[in-house]
């Protein structure tokens, strides 16, 4: 049988116990790309749709293909890096990236648009896989969940602020500009990725697991299945919000434009809130009491906010509070959600972070859509939040305290 993908690197001898040094703050921006092109964009919908035309079912479409295209990216980015190398792999990613958000900066319609917003996708998940892959590669066991958290805790601020740069770019300079400025991101990280991210995880020739052999061993792992599917609807279910944010404050709560991007800041600085408690709690919380418990709190405050929504009673105050309060759950679940379903099988790491990722992002993307279904966003928006709620708190229970596939 092949060896396992953390099997002695070519440029080291074997028993090394050398680390490469790579900026966390690098491996945080590579990653923070990704998730910053999917959210800065939803302030300019309503411009993007009166200057292109169509539905705001297209146009919902820029949001949900976007996360599907992290989805589906991730898959392939895994297996190429574990047996070609985490760089290579990488730079090809960052240059899809950027090539994508100079066509969407030039999009002339709606369909040119959603293809540009797919390809970006696919180009701005490999930093989100490799970035996770590297960590793995440069940390020492014990450090690597620490690592993590931090890198973690950076890039939930691109959720945060995201829609918030927007805003104020579409405002400024139209929505073409929120395309033009990630484009000119795509190529800092290219030059940043050129100068300071040596190689660190190619393994010597025919040492990899193969990609149908590391993802069957995955697909056959309940735990893993657990963790994913779980972590996907307690964390991204928050995206179908997010997309349905405008029409909700705009169309339904009466609020200027100008002020969707700071309500939904302050709605995602909550996950920024609950990765902090988790990085305090786990120390003295088993990971599956943490994993439980924060998601109750999501549910709770979903389940709420259904309530309010159906008893016709919502407001800004009420929306904002009991998001924020969602979020906070989010932020303390995923990392602990992340590091159990990495550690099913660490013989396939690489491959684990990139089906983990794509399970969340496939979830993240049926929530954006069913987020837009019918005429009422906000009604619409509840019914995702809690049922997904209730679908990662069953998963949680059903997975118990296995961490280990069996051979």
């Known amino acids: 049988m092949n060896a396992p993908v953390n099997a002695p690197r070519t440029s080291e001898p074997k028993g090394s116990t050398h680390r490469r040094t790579v900026p966390l703050w690098l491996l945080a921006l590579l990653a923070f790309s990704g998730t ?11 411009s993007a749709q009166a ?13 949900s293909l976007y996360i599907l295209g992290l989805a589906g990216g991730q898959l392939v980015y895994g297996p190429l890096a574990d047996r070609f190398g985490r760089r290579p792999v990488l730079m090809a990613g960052l240059a899809l990236y950027t090539a994508a958000s100079l066509a969407a900066t030039l999009a002339p319609s709606i369909n040119a648009l959603i293809v540009a917003r797919l390809f970006q996708a696919l180009g701005g998940c490999s930093g989100l896989v490799l970035a996770r892959a590297i960590v793995r590669d440069t940390s020492a066991p014990a450090d690597t969940t620490r690592r993590l958290a931090l890198m973690n805790l950076m890039i939930t ?7 918030l740069v927007g805003g104020l770019l579409a405002d400024a300079a139209g929505w ?28 010597a020739e025919g040492d990899a697991i193969g990609l149908m052999e590391s ?10 299945w657990a963790y994913a599917v779980g972590g996907g609807c307690a964390t991204t279910s928050l995206y179908g919000f997010v997309a349905a944010a405008p029409f909700i404050f705009i169309g339904e709560l009466h609020q200027p434009a100008a002020r969707v991007g700071s309500y939904i800041a302050l709605l995602v600085l909550g996950v920024w809130v609950g990765s902090i408690l988790a990085s305090r709690l786990i120390a003295h919380v088993s990971v599956g009491r943490l994993l439980v418990g924060a998601n109750g709190v999501s549910v709770a405050a979903a389940f709420i906010l259904l309530a309010v929504v159906l008893l016709d009673r919502l407001t800004v105050p009420l929306a ?8 906070v759950g989010v932020g303390t679940a995923a990392p602990a959600a992340l590091t159990e379903a990495l550690s099913v099988n660490p013989r396939v790491g690489g491959s684990a972070s990139g089906l983990y990722g794509a399970v969340q ?47």
Not at 51 to 63: K, P, V
């Open 51 to 63: 200057d292109l035309g169509g539905g705001m079912a297209a146009m919902q479409l820029t949001i």
């Open 215 to 224: 993802y069957g061993q995955l697909l056959r792992a309940p735990a893993f």
């Open 176 to 203: 073409r500009s929120i395309f033009l400025a990630m484009t000119l991101l795509g190529v800092v990280n290219i030059l940043l990725t050129l100068r300071l991210l040596p190689e660190t995880g190619r393994v």
């Open 361 to 407: 992002m496939a979830v993240g993307a049926l929530c954006t859509t069913l987020a837009g279904v019918g005429s009422d966003p906000a009604l619409a928006a509840a019914l995702v939040l809690a049922g997904s709620g209730i679908i990662a708190q069953a998963t949680f229970w059903m997975a118990g305290r296995p961490r280990r596939m069996a051979p």
């Open 157 to 163: 601020v691109g959720p945060g602020v995201a829609p």
């Open 36 to 46: 910053l092109a999917m959210h800065i964009f939803v302030p300019a919908l309503p």
């Open 320 to 327: 904002i509070v009991t998001v924020f309060t969602f979020c």
